[in-house]
């Protein structure tokens, strides 16, 4: 009771919304404390690596993510459950909370030379799990770097509920926003805006819709239809819950 108590009074202080999750009904973690614990071991013995002059990326021998690595800026300034937690939020009101794996980050403060823990932290979305009607585990989305070539994307959720992810595959850039099917195994594109490589630069620029029809643009629509997303709050109303909490 103690660490819900604190946790919402850090969600008031920092101007969040709590998601309506009760505490009694957080108890089995609403069905997922096999893959959360999953998700600790894959942590414990997750490989930390040297990406250029700066630490930032986590290798998982754990599916998903036994193809990806974990590439947000961390540092080891606290301890690596306090890093690594998770969140759940409902997004298709369908009364199964989905669950969200996410990191907290670290900064490196160059006047210094040293990692540092921000006052205020920032948090990244690593992945994202329902479970269908018979508890069946779904990864809906899962970010990170491929090992084969894939892109690097960033989530971001948005206040109602839809998600926002920016890929980027080579030079291949496009902005995407899904909602949660209601059947929880599947993310449905609303809309789509991006620029393909393949074609002449002033031609590359389109929008998809919902009918997945493409339809070219100007750069200067392109740079108008880009969502407004401010880094610092990607996370929306989520409450992060370190491993080293449960």
């Not at 609403?30 to 999953?38: L, M, N, P, Q, R």
């Not at 369908?94 to 205020?120: A, C, G, H, T």
Request: negative net charge.
């Amino acid at each position: 009771m103690k660490k819900w108590i604190c946790l919402l009074l850090i969600a008031l202080a920092f101007g969040c919304v709590m998601p309506q999750i009760s505490v009694a009904e957080n108890i089995d973690k609403f069905g997922y404390s096999s893959i959360i614990e999953e998700y600790r071991q894959a942590v414990l013995n997750a490989t930390y690596c040297l990406e250029g002059w700066l630490p930032r990326a986590y290798i998982f021998n754990w599916e998903p993510f036994s193809n990806v690595q974990i590439n947000a800026y961390v540092g080891l300034v606290v301890s690596i459950q306090d890093q690594f937690g998770y969140a759940f939020r409902d997004l298709n009101s369908d009364q199964q909370p989905e669950l969200f794996l996410m990191i907290r980050q670290s900064w490196y403060d160059i006047d210094i030379d040293k990692w540092v823990e921000s006052d205020n932290p920032t948090y990244a979305i690593l992945a994202i799990c329902t479970l269908t009607d018979d508890k069946t585990p779904v990864w809906c989305w899962v970010g990170g770097y491929g090992h084969d070539g894939t892109g690097d994307d960033i989530c971001y959720l948005n206040a109602d509920g839809t998600l926002t992810i920016d890929k980027a595959i080579g030079i291949d850039m496009r902005t995407i926003t899904y909602e949660l099917s209601s059947s929880g195994n599947e993310l449905i594109v609303l809309d789509e805006i991006g620029w393909d490589p393949t074609e002449p630069y002033e031609m590359g620029f389109f929008k998809r819709s919902r009918n997945g029809e493409k339809i070219p643009i100007s750069e200067d629509e392109y740079e108008n239809l880009l969502p407004t997303k401010n880094y610092l709050e990607r996370v929306g109303d989520l409450v992060f819950i370190p491993l080293s909490e449960g």
